[in-house]
Structure formats: structure tokens, C-alpha cells
């Protein structure tokens, strides 16, 4: 059974241009969240996909969007890359079904996008 | 808002010794609360979790942590640290309101070092 997988593992770009990351969730799962992991810092939520449709927004600017695929896999796309862009970023997978008795969220290992 | 305090960015001990990462927690609500590990270029790993019930939860690789209301903190022990407890910690918490559906809101990590 495989587990939350990203690609690619690592990307450079430079300030202006856009990336897309890809997710694919755990086996089962029909939710994928995405979280920012600046160095030295703790994630920080960017944006929940369910039923292809943004659930829920963390306090990211328009310029990172998402999209949900009918398989539940996601994409993450940001425009006009800033060199604050730079980080770790982690996708997580998990159920609907459950998140009131504290659903575990799996985590990828996440594209690391350094920013020049 | 929800908020979670990792005292201490680094904490060091020595092999055997008592591992102690602390952990506090702003919730207008009970909260749900985790642990999750981090390896070098890894992504996150649950150690443990807190919904209801027990306020002593048992995780993985020998760790626990204690729920305590009152002092509104969920601190992490393992009794004897072993040189593959190096890592990155990172307690979490989740709103059980509705409207949440989970999302993960992180301390900035305490990073473990665990000397022979």
C-alpha cells in the first residue's frame, strides 16, 4: 500500500515564474491538504482539497492555488515565485469520513522549491 | 485563534537519559492534539494522538504524552532516548469545530539531539 507520494522531490526556479506540485494520496483517501515548511519552522497550512473543491484556505495570498483530480490526487500551483517562497512543502492525505474523532493526517515527503 | 508553543528549540540528552519536550496549547475548544516526528529530508510522522478518553497516550517507538487541561499543555517523554530518537518534534492541534474538518496547526519544532 503506498503512502502520500510527491514529485518531484526537489525544484529550482527563479523569482517571477510559476511551479506545479503533485500529490498523490494514501490509498483510500479522498482529502489532500497542503502545508508550507519554511526552514527552521513548523508547516503552516495552505489549503485543503475535497470532492475537488477548496474546503478550507489558510492565510496564503492568490497566488497559490490548487486542484483536486477525480482520482484525489492534487496539485499545488504558485505564480510569480518570490525568493519567500523557498521552503518544504508537504502534502497530506486523509479520510472526510472521521475527521471528528481526530483523523490522522499522512504526510508525504514533500518538494523542496528553492527560489533564486 | 488556536496556537501551539514548543518550549525550547533544541533540547540535548544524553543516551538513556529522559526525553521531555514540552508542548502548550491555546483552544477555545477541546482541541484534538498530536505528535508528529521529522527526519532529515523526510516528511512527518504521527507519533501519537490525542482525541478523548485517556489523557495518558501511548505512541510509537516508546514515546507518550500526557494531556493536562488545566495546564493546557500536551508534553511528549520517552524514559530512555535512543540514538535514532534524533529528529525533529513537532506538536500539533486541530480544531474539533465543524468548520476546521482538521487542519493541522503546528509549533515551530524542537529539534532532539541525543549525545552516545
Known amino acids: 500500500d503506498a503512502g502520500v507520494t510527491q514529485s518531484p522531490t526537489h525544484l529550482i526556479k527563479t523569482r517571477g515564474q510559476q511551479v506545479t506540485l503533485r500529490c498523490s494520496p494514501k490509498?483510500?483517501?479522498?482529502?489532500v491538504s497542503w502545508y508550507q515548511q519554511a526552514l527552521g519552522q513548523g508547516p503552516q497550512f495552505i489549503f485543503q482539497y475535497y470532492e475537488e473543491e477548496e474546503r478550507q484556505r489558510g492565510n496564503f495570498p492568490d497566488r497559490f492555488s490548487g486542484h483536486q483530480f477525480p482520482n484525489y490526487s492534487s496539485e499545488l500551483n504558485v505564480n510569480a515565485l518570490l525568493l519567500g517562497d523557498s521552503a518544504l512543502y508537504l502534502c497530506?492525505?486523509?479520510?472526510?469520513?472521521?475527521?471528528?474523532?481526530?483523523?490522522?493526517?499522512?504526510f508525504g515527503a514533500g518538494t523542496r522549491l528553492s527560489v533564486l | 485563534a488556536q496556537s501551539v508553543t514548543q518550549l525550547g528549540s533544541h533540547v540535548s540528552v544524553s543516551e538513556g537519559a529522559l526525553v521531555l519536550l514540552r508542548c502548550n496549547y491555546s483552544s477555545s475548544v477541546p482541541p484534538y492534539l498530536f505528535w508528529y516526528v521529522q527526519y532529515p529530508n523526510q516528511g512527518l510522522q504521527l507519533l501519537l494522538k490525542?482525541?478523548?478518553?485517556?489523557?495518558l497516550v501511548k505512541g510509537i517507538n516508546g514515546f507518550e504524552a500526557e494531556f493536562k487541561k488545566s495546564e493546557t499543555s500536551f508534553h511528549l517523554t520517552k524514559p530512555s532516548a535512543h540514538m535514532s530518537d534524533a529528529a525533529e518534534y513537532f506538536c500539533a492541534v486541530s480544531d474539533t469545530n465543524g468548520g476546521s474538518q482538521g487542519n493541522l496547526i503546528f509549533g515551530k519544532g524542537t529539534k532532539l539531539s541525543v549525545k552516545p
Open positions: 490525542y482525541t478523548t478518553g485517556a489523557t
Open positions: 490509498s483510500g483517501h479522498d482529502t
Open positions: 497530506a492525505s486523509s479520510l472526510a469520513r472521521g475527521w471528528d474523532r481526530g483523523n490522522i493526517q499522512y
